[in-house]
């Protein structure tokens, strides 16, 4: 059981209630992270502006981007995030080699290149917080400097998502299961 109620729009004075109309406006709904912020909603309104522009005006292609995600949200193992983005990653074109080696927490060698650079770099940040000079020249020669930039907060607000999930207990979305053990 979440460790914060859902709330309903219903619930909050006229500004949260924008603040929510926004959410909905940009993601269909208020769930998930969202949920847990709508009770700061001026905080929602922040942190929905990055992930908006993060999902929808960045400059990754859609498979890079949840690539990184899906990486995210493993190094903090947010069950939520995963079962949300793992269907996402796979519709964008993220192999399946790449997910079960993110899944299993396993070397990236026998991965595409560039699976395997998104990989490493986000799991450079979270385990030793840096990233190494190769990796960081081959990511601005493959994605441009936007892009590693893009990259590196990708990797951090995702897991700033994936710790709201955890800490406040969100239950995996209707029909899912976790994809690993915390």
């Known amino acids: ?9 219903d619930q ?3 500004e949260a ?11 269909g709904a208020v769930q998930g992270p969202s949920a847990f912020l709508m009770h700061y909603p001026e905080l929602a309104e ?10 929808y005006g960045g400059v990754l292609a859609a498979a890079d981007r949840e690539l990184a995600i899906l990486t995210a949200g493993r190094e903090v193992e947010a069950a939520y995030e995963w079962a949300a983005h793992e269907p996402l990653g796979r519709e964008a074109g993220v192999s399946n080699d790449a997910i079960e080696v993110l899944r299993h927490q396993k070397a990236t060698d026998a991965l595409k290149p560039r ?6 770099l986000v799991r450079e940040l979270y385990r030793d917080h840096t990233i190494t000079s190769d990796v960081y020249i ?35 979305p209707e029909g899912s299961t976790s994809a690993f053990t915390r």
């Open 1 to 9: 059981m979440p460790r914060l109620p859902v709330l309903k729009r």
């Open 12 to 14: 909050l004075d006229p």
């Open 17 to 27: 209630q924008a603040v929510w109309d926004r959410w909905v406006a940009t993601r």
């Open 46 to 55: 922040r942190v929905g502006e990055v992930g908006a522009h993060l999902r």
């Open 115 to 120: 699976e395997a650079l998104i990989i490493d």
């Open 138 to 172: 081959l990511a601005e020669r493959t994605f441009g400097r936007k892009g590693v930039i893009e990259l590196v907060v990708l990797a951090g607000y995702y897991g700033l998502i994936g710790y709201v999930l955890n800490a406040f207990e969100a239950e995996l």
